[in-house]
């Protein structure tokens, strides 16, 4: 009894002691910076801070970083934006059609019949199946173009330009091949 007297007496003591080292910690200043109060004086608006760093920025004259609307586009760039584009456009229309596939009431094929019942022209269809399966076909061969470039093939600019080429030919024939399914 006076083993386990002693043993919570002891647990007590050390909390204790714990507990005003953490006090001590959080009341002590941690170093030399400044606080939130010394880096935004109070009472300022995004506005007069915007201003502020203006001025800074054109008494130390250090140049501006170049804004994207001075640069020449070319096929790299213009392929790097449609990369990216064609990412999120399939991955939200995976999880709408999941979303859908939850959702929905009826199973897949009673909406196709429903598309079909519509007696859309030949013409109509094939286009809308080329327009869906153009960002699914750049976006692989375009990321088959990326996986060569990580292995360190095709990295000049003649390269780069021919294989941009090659994977915009690739999307046409591939997207008109899926089409004509």
């Known amino acids: 009894m006076t083993s386990l007297h002693f043993r919570l007496g002891g647990s007590k003591m050390a909390a204790l002691a714990l507990r005003g080292l953490g006090r001590r910690c959080l009341l002590a200043r941690l170093g030399p910076g400044p606080t939130l109060h010394q880096a935004v004086p109070m009472g300022t608006t995004a ?18 970083s170049p804004h994207v609307s001075i640069y020449k586009w070319s096929l790299p760039m213009a392929m790097s934006i449609t990369h990216r584009g064609t990412g999120v456009a399939l991955s939200l229309g995976v999880s709408l059609f999941s979303v859908a596939a939850l959702l929905l009431p009826e199973q897949f094929p009673h909406y196709l019949a429903q598309v079909r019942a519509l007696s859309l022209g030949p013409t109509l269809v094939c286009s809308a199946k080329f327009l869906l399966a153009l960002p699914l076909c750049y976006h692989t061969w375009n990321g088959v173009r990326h996986l ?10 003649p390269q780069v330009t021919q294989s941009g080429l090659l994977v915009l030919a690739l999307t046409v024939l591939s997207s ?6």
């Open 47 to 64: 506005r007069e801070e915007m201003r502020r760093f203006w001025e800074r920025n054109e008494r130390s004259g250090r140049p501006l």
């Open 176 to 181: 008109a091949a899926l089409a004509a399914l």
């Open 148 to 157: 060569a470039w990580d292995l360190g093939k095709g990295l000049k600019l």
